[in-house]
């Protein structure tokens, strides 16, 4: 049997789950790899012995691939889907096939006409507890089935924190789309076509210039005779994406999240031992799952996750049915088409007035920008963007999309594109501009992608700063770049980072080099270039799973990094904002600032004050810097020897250490330098942080 030639349009997050499934798929190679990005490409390339491209069509007449993998933005879909179609290629789309159900009918239509496959990426159809569920349920081991519930319960932390220019929140119905096929592939699959009767959307966040998104959607339906409840739910909520049958003999639930198969059944015991039979029944099922899972992923390495073993059962369903001729009807376009007409029902069910874009850009002039930020659509970019606009100042956003969370500023913001690999295309973007925030980053996996896509970025703003006779660039590295580990030791300005730190983690130790290189620009070169430190930066528009305080599992359970005793260095998004401005005019070229609010706060203070202004209790665990040191050792030596991978980071008990943040901050260089005042009202500072922010999204 000829391995059927793979290739991955698309080299973001998604690609590398796709990439690892397909690698564990037998009768497939990975061939190339397609993106705009080169360097995504190229990276995602490398490590697969592909080629890469730069563009579709480029691909295809390469002639390298038999089928593809389509994993762009949705609303690209239909037009890349039906371009390989044409060019003679089996196209695997992943999930919302398209931007509606006419679309995905094109698509089909394409296929038929090629005498190649759609298939639709409805991955979690592929989880060997949902198969087992299916086939049970056909057996008639539950009974009769009355009704069937499917939930997708889980936070969505960009409607709250952004970045607000992705394609799931350009347009309300689009988070349906982006969820809902997970939800509906399940009940097309178990009972046959899907009808909605009732839809209906609650519990809106607000993005920026008061545009709501709903976090909330239910809809009811009828499939096969069986009533089926969707619910989709977006707020900070504990994870519940499971799929509920009611049957007469039993009730089945598939946690297709954790890939775990409960069922409760009946009993004939008498009345005494009935219920202690019952629970002991399901006592044991939750301890054989939980074994089992554990051994998969002790046996894997922690490789073989429920969301990648779903992507395997897709995958080799999928390529199984190709080599036999035979389409697995799960995943065939027919299926997609019905699936994606369930959802465009449900849309029409809606009020119209909660599928409206509450916030379109309107113009009456051009902004003409004199400060620009590179990172404007995050965090501190928005709050930065917005207070410089209060001061008077147009700000060109530097930013991947055309659009940027500034609806309500259209007049004083604009959203530029260019490639921070570019330095002709950031020199012209920069031209008109007085002054520069430089917050970007890059979250990379090894130490070379981290020297180029966020040394290399980093330096390469600086010159173009040079080139277009920017009077000042305002860089963003961060606290983490010290050794935080002494309590006894204050950090100031003056406190070095670390001589070595090829032990440190990859973002501590990519931002102080970049540090390194700026200033070694502006020793040798003149570049007027001022360091801000952010502390962990609280806020509205932040997330309430910050890691910078501890690990998270789920919205409602946390394991703060030490003993949570020690006062951390929050500051709040405004307070940073302001410091950031203050540094335009001072004369403090080639000098860095710790931006740290006033003491106030511990981890434990924190979680204690959600409690009392929100009425959360969330669950705190102390974290064992030594056990967390211990557990990385431990994988680093499996990576390095048993599984070969190169490029490891050594662990180091001072990282770990670090994370808690145990030294204290001096924070009267800003203070006496820039005249910043953080907020130094605890009652305040709490509200700001905490009350307002709507950490839990409602």
């Known amino acids: ?55 579709v069509g480029d691909m295809l007449r390469a002639g390298v691939c038999d089928a593809v993998h389509i994993l762009t933005p949705p609303h690209l879909h239909e037009g890349i889907a039906i371009e390989c179609l044409e060019a003679g290629v089996h196209v695997l789309v992943e999930k919302p096939v398209a931007e509606s159900a006419d679309a995905t009918r094109r698509i089909q239509a394409a296929a038929e006409t090629s005498g190649k496959c759609f298939h639709a990426g409805h991955n979690f159809l592929g989880l060997p507890s949902y198969e087992a569920m299916k086939n049970a349920m056909r057996a008639g081991d539950y009974g009769r089935i009355s009704g069937c519930e499917i939930t997708w319960a889980l ?43 009732h839809a209906e959307v609650s519990k809106p966040a607000l ?25 989709v739910s977006m707020v900070e909520t504990i994870d519940d994406r499971s799929v509920t049958l009611r049957g007469s003999s039993a009730r089945a639930r598939l946690d297709f999240a954790q890939d775990v198969l409960i069922v409760e059944r009946e009993n004939p015991s008498d ?39 779903s992507f395997r059962g897709m995958d080799a369903a999928i390529y199984d049915g190709i080599h036999k001729g035979q389409p697995d009807a799960r995943f065939a376009g027919p299926s997609a088409v019905k699936v994606m007409q369930a959802l465009d029902d449900a849309l029409a069910l809606l009020p119209p007035e909660s599928l409206e874009v509450k916030a379109p850009v309107i113009r009456s002039h051009d902004p003409k920008p004199t400060a620009m930020v590179i990172g404007g659509t995050g965090f501190i970019g928005r709050a930065l963007t917005r207070r410089l606009v209060a001061e008077g100042r147009d700000v060109r956003v530097l930013s991947r999309g055309r659009t940027g969370p500034f609806p309500d500023l259209p007049d004083n913001v604009e959203t530029y594109q260019a490639s921070l690999h570019d330095l002709d295309g950031l020199t012209e973007a920069m031209k008109g501009i007085d002054v520069v925030f430089n917050l970007a980053k890059a979250l990379e996996t090894t130490w070379a992608d981290a020297l180029k896509n966020d040394v290399g970025v980093a330096t390469r703003i600086g010159m173009a700063c040079e080139k277009a006779g920017v009077k000042r660039l305002v860089y963003t590295g961060t606290i983490a770049s010290y050794d935080m580990s002494d309590p006894a030791r204050t950090i100031t300005e003056e406190t070095g980072f670390p001589d070595d730190m090829t032990d440190r983690n990859l973002y501590a130790r990519s931002k102080a080099e970049c540090e390194r290189q700026l200033m070694k620009l502006h020793k040798e070169r003149g570049l007027p270039v001022v360091i801000a430190r952010p502390g ?59 931006l740290i609010g006033e003491p106030m706060l511990s981890a434990r203070d924190y979680f204690d004050a959600i409690h009392e202004q929100l009425g959360a209790r969330i669950r705190v665990a102390p974290g064992n810097l030594y056990a967390f040191y211990a557990s990385d050792a431990v994988k680093y030596g499996l990576k390095k020897y048993a599984l070969r991978k190169p490029g ?47 950490l839990f999204g409602w």
């Open 1 to 55: 049997m000829t391995d059927i030639r793979i290739g991955l349009i698309g080299a973001g997050y998604i690609a590398t789950w796709h990439a690892d499934a397909l690698r564990a798929t037998s009768g497939v190679t990975v061939t190339a790899v397609a993106d705009p990005n080169e360097s995504a490409a190229q990276g995602l390339a490398g490590g697969l012995g592909a080629r890469a491209f730069s563009s």
């Open 207 to 231: 993005l920026p210039g008061d545009d709501p998104r709903p976090q909330y959607i239910r809809l009811f339906a009828r499939a096969g005779g069986v009533e089926v409840t969707f619910t």
């Open 648 to 694: 490891l980071i050594r662990p180091s008990l001072a990282d770990w250490k670090s994370r808690a943040h145990f030294s204290p901050f001096d924070n009267r260089k800003p203070k006496e330098l820039l005249e910043w005042r953080p907020e130094p009202d605890r009652a305040r500072f709490v509200e700001q942080a905490i009350t307002r922010a709507n």
């Open 536 to 594: 962990i930066v609280v806020g509205e528009g932040g997330p309430l799973q910050h890691w910078g305080i501890g690990r998270w599992h789920g919205a409602g359970a946390v394991r703060i990094w030490g003993h949570g005793r020690n006062i951390l260095p929050f500051v709040l998004n405004d307070d940073i904002a302001d410091g950031l401005v203050r540094m335009i005019d001072a004369p403090v070229e080639g000098q860095s600032f710790n």
């Open 271 to 309: 009345l005494i031992v009935n219920p202690l039979r019952r629970q002991l029944d399901l006592s044991r099922q939750h301890l054989w799952q939980g074994v089992k899972n554990a051994a998969i992923q002790l046996k894997s390495l922690n490789t073989q996750n429920p969301y990648g073993r």
């Open 155 to 197: 936070p969505l932390a960009p409607l709250r924190s952004g970045p607000f220019n992705l394609w799931l929140l350009r347009e309300p119905k689009n988070l349906l789309l982006e969820l809902g096929p997970h939800l509906v592939a399940f009940a097309q699959d178990l009972f046959g076509d899907v009808t909605m009767t």
